[in-house]
Structures are given as C-alpha cells and as structure tokens.
C-alpha cells in the first residue's frame, strides 16, 4: 500500500482566518514533505520532516506552519494567507533510508484564498 | 537556477503511437531519477524510477533510458492510449542530505500530453 492522504480535498479561506491542512500515511515512511503546486508548475518543495524532525525549510513566509505530531501526520497550519497562495498543496512520504529515495504524493489540498 | 530541464513542453500524440520526453541535468550529484505522472486535480503518481547504475529500464509500456555521459534521461511511452494523457514530470534527487534524513527532489518543468484517438 502506497497510499498518502490528504484531508480537506478543497478548503476555501479568508485572509485573516486560521485553517489546517493534515496528510497521513501508514507506510512506515519517516519523512515527509510539504509542497505547494501552482497551475501547470511542477511542485515546488516547502518543507521537510524527517524523523519527526524539521529538516529543510525552503524559505517558506511564516503565514505557512508545519507540524509533525507522530511519524504518521504532517500538519500544515495556515495563517493570514494571501491570494497568491492559492495552489494545490500536496504531501508526500519517503523511507529515510539510504537508497530508498521514493517519495509518494496524496491526493492534495486545492486551496483558494479570497 | 533549473537543474532539470524537461521537453517538449506539449506532446500530442496518436494512439498506438511512442511518446518520448527528454530531460537534462547538470548536477553531477544527483544519482536517482524517478518520472512522475499526474492527472488534473490529482496529485503526482510515481511511474517509473532508475538509477545511474543502469542504462534502461523497463515496466510495462513504460521506458527510462539513461545516459549518464551526457547527463540526459528520457521517458518512452509504447503503445500510448487516450488514458495516458496526463503531465508527467521527471525528477532528481542527490540522494541524502545527511545520514538518515530525507531526499530533496528537483523536478523539470512537466510535459503535457495528449493522445488522440
């Protein structure tokens, strides 16, 4: 099983309101990532945790908090957001292993900023 | 800076018909190349993956042939069908940053393909 999952599939938010954005996996994977996908752009990495630990942070505004509870939830916590950041957010997961590099994304979470 | 670059931008093919998608690095670090598929609305699908170590791989319909000499890898669709329209999206990755942490990604800029009946 292979399987990443994003919860909520589409959110529409205020500028001034606070939402949550949160990705599962059951795989196993100790690392995980956050990143924010625009129209016909690749996705462009924001974040990563790997042993429920930050380990990168791609310059992201601080409007934009991660979270990793346990090994299995990510957690992105969205403040003050502006219209630009409207875009699809997806997660992924990966074995932090040497040479296990597959990285598996969910779904995503199409996100509109009004 | 891009350190993948990816084309044709858009691909129409026919059915029946090989879909080819080239890609090109720079880093000379980066040692894992995977192809990613992604359809509208969805997020990526990990399609196929390989490693400089060889020079082709197969699954299915599905080739990567590499050519570590010229830095340069490539995606080969046989027999492409109508449900293999999608953006599809090479990839690299030098490995990891430090010991037991995660794999950073650089993607190429995506291919949007059609295939026509």
């Known amino acids: 099983d292979t399987e990443v999952t994003q919860t909520p599939k589409h959110l529409v938010m205020g500028m001034t309101n606070k939402k949550s954005l949160k990705c599962e996996q059951h795989m196993g994977h100790r690392a995980m990532y956050w990143y924010k996908q625009k129209a016909k752009k690749p996705p462009e990495l924001m974040f990563v945790y790997s042993y429920e630990k930050l380990s990168i942070n791609e310059s992201v505004p601080s409007r934009f908090s991660p979270e990793c509870p346990n090994s299995s939830l990510l957690n992105l916590h969205l403040h003050a957001l502006q219209p630009e950041d409207s875009a699809l957010y997806l997660c992924?997961?990966?074995?932090?292993?040497?040479?296990?590099?597959?990285?598996?994304f969910g779904p995503g979470t199409r996100l509109t900023v009004t | 800076q891009q350190q993948v670059k990816q084309s044709p931008q858009s691909l129409i093919v026919q059915k029946g018909g090989i879909s080819i998608i080239n890609c090109a690095y720079e880093n000379t670090a980066f040692d894992y190349f995977p192809w990613y598929q992604q359809f509208p609305g969805k997020g990526p699908a990990l399609l196929i993956a390989i490693r400089p170590d060889v020079s082709e791989k197969k699954e299915g319909r599905f080739t990567i042939s590499f050519n570590k000499s010229a830095k340069q890898f490539s995606l080969h669709i046989m027999d492409s069908q109508p449900g293999d329209s999608a953006t599809y999206f090479c990839a690299a990755s030098e490995g990891r940053l430090t010991a037991g942490t995660a794999s950073k990604l650089t993607f190429g800029t995506g291919t949007r393909l059609q295939v026509t009946l």
């Open positions: 992924a997961s990966s074995q932090a292993r040497a040479l296990r590099y597959e990285q598996y």
